[in-house]
């Protein structure tokens, strides 16, 4: 049976720092300790358009946006409060 492990914000500050530096997604997974798949995941969610300072873009990852977005979903994970419904 295996064992399912979140990703942490140190890991997305981990995946931040090799992302941007241009390392493989496969070499973050090894670096990290998590499969690839789950960095393919992590960093379709926390991409963002970059501008540089000649006006050109570039696609960079932030671990504050990933994060956001974690802890927006699962804020509505879970049963609804009783209480609202009085």
């Known amino acids: 049976m295996r064992k399912f ?5 140190t890991m997305r500050l981990k995946i931040e720092a090799l992302y941007n530096n241009g390392f493989q997604k496969t070499k973050i997974a090894n670096e990290i300790g998590t499969t690839y798949t789950s960095v393919y995941r992590e960093i379709k969610r926390g991409l963002y358009e970059h501008r540089n300072t000649d006006y050109t873009t570039s696609t960079m990852y932030s671990a504050e946006i990933a994060q956001r977005d974690h802890d927006t979903k699962m804020s509505k994970c879970g049963r609804p409060i009783k209480l609202g419904n009085d």
Request: no cysteine; charged share 20%; glycine share 0%.
């Open 5 to 9: 492990k979140t990703i942490t914000y």
